[in-house]
């Protein structure tokens, strides 16, 4: 029998160790896991590297694992979403570690981790400050950079509704970077507002089929 | 001479926006110009976040903080809109399905180089959001922005000083006071408003100008 529903949020994020790489999914607050994110800062887990659209808003969610000292570096497009005071407080100060990746190219090296790519020559960011670091070539003409997979321990993720074997249908524009995300990471956890009984979620319509899924908890 | 207000350059950008056209409108001045798309064309809004058919603004009551825009700020969808996840949405944006990106800028190179996502202000972190992807990836970039800085310092230059968002990639310019394209001869003024002449735009613009035979008053509405 396969049941990936757990009875908590502390037993959804067990087994995350200090130095690990999350992903968390949202755009801004919208489709953040926040209850998750939260059991991670009372789980303890430190030393962290955070992937995620922004780095923070207001004092919950990732800007609380930031405010509490937990996040060694974040990965992300925008840092300065709504009301990101906790991470630029560190950021100023020298204290948080900032890699910044256009975020279509977020998107595609978290989905080449998902997808065993072992990297890709975009346009984006060729003849720019962002890619002047990075191996370079011309493809058909144009400069193109080569942009590696994010491999990541762990993916924290929100979603609607979702069965005991882990497949999830989201809502609106809360599905942001929950399905990429949800491929990618070694161990994917995912809160929904309902677990719903096997059968009952139409499969012409899942986002994301239950293998990319590990954990599910109600939050 | 009077130069447009933000309203009336929104609107004069979405003049331009063709019916059926796939459009993305960045954040800020050029959000604005989904509020003046021409009536009777059927245009479909983008956004990053992973919607297509974008509408306006929620009356009260239809709030819903699941949608929201690439500003976060509270949106809605069409009928015929749809959503998907994120990587979906920069695949239209990478792989060349977008007809129109219409995007604020800094500075717009004689080029088309495109600078428009850090200014390297120390007192705050920097971001980059979707820019760089779509300012490489849809099949045309237009800028709008107001024609020199605060202390009439030009925002179009021979090279940009500031960073770049992406080489070469505008090709139309919405400003203040002027309509521009940038051609393989160089910037070409399209437009001009009521009361301005071409040296006196040119004194406000790094490179030449060359005016266009077919030049136009650019007239707005009051909005």
């Given at each position: 029998m396969i049941d990936k529903c757990v009875a908590s949020l502390a037993e959804a994020v067990s087994?995350?160790?200090?130095g690990m790489t999350l992903l968390c999914s949202g755009f801004g607050t919208v489709g953040e896991p926040v209850e998750l994110i939260e059991a991670v800062v009372a789980q303890g887990a430190r030393d962290l590297t955070i992937v995620s659209?922004?780095?923070?808003?207001?004092?919950?969610g990732i800007a609380m694992l930031i405010r509490e000292g937990r996040v060694r570096k974040v990965i992300c497009s925008?840092?300065?979403?709504?009301?990101?005071h906790v991470f630029e407080a560190l950021y100023q100060a020298g204290k948080i570690e900032l890699e910044l990746v256009p975020q279509g190219t977020l998107s595609e090296r978290i989905r080449a981790a998902g997808a065993g790519i072992g990297g890709f020559y975009t346009?984006?960011?060729?003849?720019?400050k962002l890619g002047e670091t990075k191996e370079s070539r011309e493809l058909d003409g144009a400069l193109h950079v080569l942009e590696r997979p994010i491999k990541a321990d762990v993916a924290l993720l929100k979603g609607d509704r979702a069965d005991r074997w882990g497949n999830v249908v989201y809502r609106k524009s809360a599905r942001n970077f929950n399905p990429v995300m949800a491929m990618a990471g070694r161990l994917s956890i995912i809160q929904v507002r309902e677990i719903v009984a096997?059968?009952?979620?139409d499969p012409e319509m899942i986002?994301?089929?239950?293998?990319?899924?590990d954990r599910v908890v109600v939050a | 001479m009077t130069p447009l207000s933000r309203r009336q350059m929104a609107w004069r950008v979405a003049?331009?926006?063709?019916?059926?056209a796939y459009v993305n409108l960045g954040i800020?001045?050029?959000?604005?110009?989904s509020d003046y798309l021409p009536e009777g064309r059927e245009i479909v809004v983008h956004s990053e976040n992973g919607i297509l058919g974008m509408g306006g603004a929620p009356k009260p009551g239809e709030e819903d903080k699941d949608l929201v825009n690439a500003g976060k700020g509270l949106t809605t969808l069409v009928p015929g809109g749809a959503f998907f996840h994120h990587n979906d949405a920069f695949v239209m944006i990478r792989g060349g399905h977008l007809d129109l990106s219409i995007m604020g800028a800094f500075e717009v190179s004689e080029t088309g180089d495109l600078a428009n996502?850090?200014?390297?202000?120390?007192?705050f972190s920097p971001g980059v959001g979707g820019a760089m992807d779509l300012a490489v990836g849809a099949r045309e970039v237009r800028a709008l922005m107001?024609?020199?800085?605060?202390?009439?310092?030009?925002?179009?230059?021979?090279?940009?000083?500031?960073?770049?968002?992406?080489?070469?990639?505008?090709k139309r310019i919405y400003t203040n006071l002027a309509v521009l394209d940038i051609t393989a001869d160089g910037v070409v003024v399209r437009e001009l408003v009521d009361g301005l002449d071409l040296p006196e735009l040119q004194a406000l613009t790094e490179p030449k100008l060359t005016l266009a035979n077919d030049w136009r008053r650019l007239i707005a509405p009051a909005l």
């Amino acid at each position: 029998m396969i049941d990936k529903c757990v009875a908590s949020l502390a037993e959804a994020v067990s087994g995350i160790a200090d130095g690990m790489t999350l992903l968390c999914s949202g755009f801004g607050t919208v489709g953040e896991p926040v209850e998750l994110i939260e059991a991670v800062v009372a789980q303890g887990a430190r030393d962290l590297t955070i992937v995620s659209n922004n780095a923070g808003t207001g004092e919950r969610g990732i800007a609380m694992l930031i405010r509490e000292g937990r996040v060694r570096k974040v990965i992300c497009s925008y840092p300065r979403s709504s009301d990101p005071h906790v991470f630029e407080a560190l950021y100023q100060a020298g204290k948080i570690e900032l890699e910044l990746v256009p975020q279509g190219t977020l998107s595609e090296r978290i989905r080449a981790a998902g997808a065993g790519i072992g990297g890709f020559y975009t346009r984006v960011s060729a003849g720019t400050k962002l890619g002047e670091t990075k191996e370079s070539r011309e493809l058909d003409g144009a400069l193109h950079v080569l942009e590696r997979p994010i491999k990541a321990d762990v993916a924290l993720l929100k979603g609607d509704r979702a069965d005991r074997w882990g497949n999830v249908v989201y809502r609106k524009s809360a599905r942001n970077f929950n399905p990429v995300m949800a491929m990618a990471g070694r161990l994917s956890i995912i809160q929904v507002r309902e677990i719903v009984a096997l059968g009952t979620l139409d499969p012409e319509m899942i986002h994301t089929p239950g293998i990319f899924i590990d954990r599910v908890v109600v939050a | 001479m009077t130069p447009l207000s933000r309203r009336q350059m929104a609107w004069r950008v979405a003049q331009d926006v063709a019916d059926g056209a796939y459009v993305n409108l960045g954040i800020g001045m050029p959000t604005l110009v989904s509020d003046y798309l021409p009536e009777g064309r059927e245009i479909v809004v983008h956004s990053e976040n992973g919607i297509l058919g974008m509408g306006g603004a929620p009356k009260p009551g239809e709030e819903d903080k699941d949608l929201v825009n690439a500003g976060k700020g509270l949106t809605t969808l069409v009928p015929g809109g749809a959503f998907f996840h994120h990587n979906d949405a920069f695949v239209m944006i990478r792989g060349g399905h977008l007809d129109l990106s219409i995007m604020g800028a800094f500075e717009v190179s004689e080029t088309g180089d495109l600078a428009n996502w850090t200014t390297e202000d120390p007192s705050f972190s920097p971001g980059v959001g979707g820019a760089m992807d779509l300012a490489v990836g849809a099949r045309e970039v237009r800028a709008l922005m107001e024609h020199t800085t605060k202390d009439g310092t030009p925002r179009i230059r021979k090279r940009c000083g500031y960073p770049l968002t992406a080489p070469r990639c505008v090709k139309r310019i919405y400003t203040n006071l002027a309509v521009l394209d940038i051609t393989a001869d160089g910037v070409v003024v399209r437009e001009l408003v009521d009361g301005l002449d071409l040296p006196e735009l040119q004194a406000l613009t790094e490179p030449k100008l060359t005016l266009a035979n077919d030049w136009r008053r650019l007239i707005a509405p009051a909005l």
